[in-house]
């Protein structure tokens, strides 16, 4: 990629060991930075955003990186455009959304597109399957939960049920509603950022 070129990026994001899969297809300007990418993923997934959050790019970590003792020293997500990533980097790499629960995202790069004028990004073209619910224990603690909802029987369906708070689709998913959070990504990563200094 050009370093000076005005491309979009369409990228697939696929919850990695989610089966049936959980996807995204969402199309970016490259010249975005890694942190707009990430509130970008999490809002076109679903996620809340209270979590800490890493990109793996080859052999280099990016985030926002933290001043605490045992945290190995990372790039600043902040300060890198996706056009400053290189041609091999940018094929597929990796974030990863809350280390406890380790959610983690392939991003897999499938075409570079001259923008739309008539059109608005970031954009969010297709998409399969609602975002797990926060703090269920990852891909496993996923499995056991929607096993449980589905089975009057089983010995948690009335605590998870409780829990969960409301109705629970593990098929929904509305594009409708993730672009219209996309056109507020500004105030969703404020949003995120702030979550964060909590």
């Not at 091999?88 to 075409?111: A, S």
């Not at 594009?175 to 500004?186: G, P, Q, R, T």
């Not at 990563?189 to 964060?196: H, I, S």
Request: with cysteine; hydrophobic share 30%; aromatic share 12%.
């Amino acid at each position: 990629m050009k370093k000076n070129e005005k491309s979009i990026c369409q990228f697939k994001i696929i919850l990695k060991d989610s089966s049936p899969p959980i996807w995204r297809r969402i199309q970016v300007e490259n010249s975005i930075t890694l942190h707009r990418l990430s509130s970008i993923i999490l809002e076109t997934m679903g996620w809340a955003g209270g979590h800490l959050h890493q990109f793996y790019v080859g052999d280099k970590f990016y985030n926002v990186p933290y001043e605490e003792p045992g945290f190995t020293r990372t790039i600043d997500e902040r300060e890198v455009r996706l056009l400053d990533l290189g041609k091999k980097e940018i094929k597929k790499f990796l974030y990863e959304y809350d280390m406890g629960d380790g959610w983690e995202h392939e991003l897999v790069l499938e075409k570079i597109i001259e923008p739309d004028q008539n059109a608005y990004y970031p954009v969010c073209i297709d998409g399969r399957r609602s975002c797990p619910p926060e703090d269920c224990g990852g891909i496993p603690g996923y499995e056991e939960f929607l096993k449980a909802i589905s089975n009057p029987k089983h010995p948690e369906y009335e605590s998870m049920l409780e829990w969960i708070g409301e109705e629970f689709d593990p098929e929904k998913f509305d594009i409708k509603e993730v672009n219209e959070s996309l056109k507020n990504i500004d105030s969703a990563e404020r949003f995120f950022d702030e979550l964060q200094e909590l």
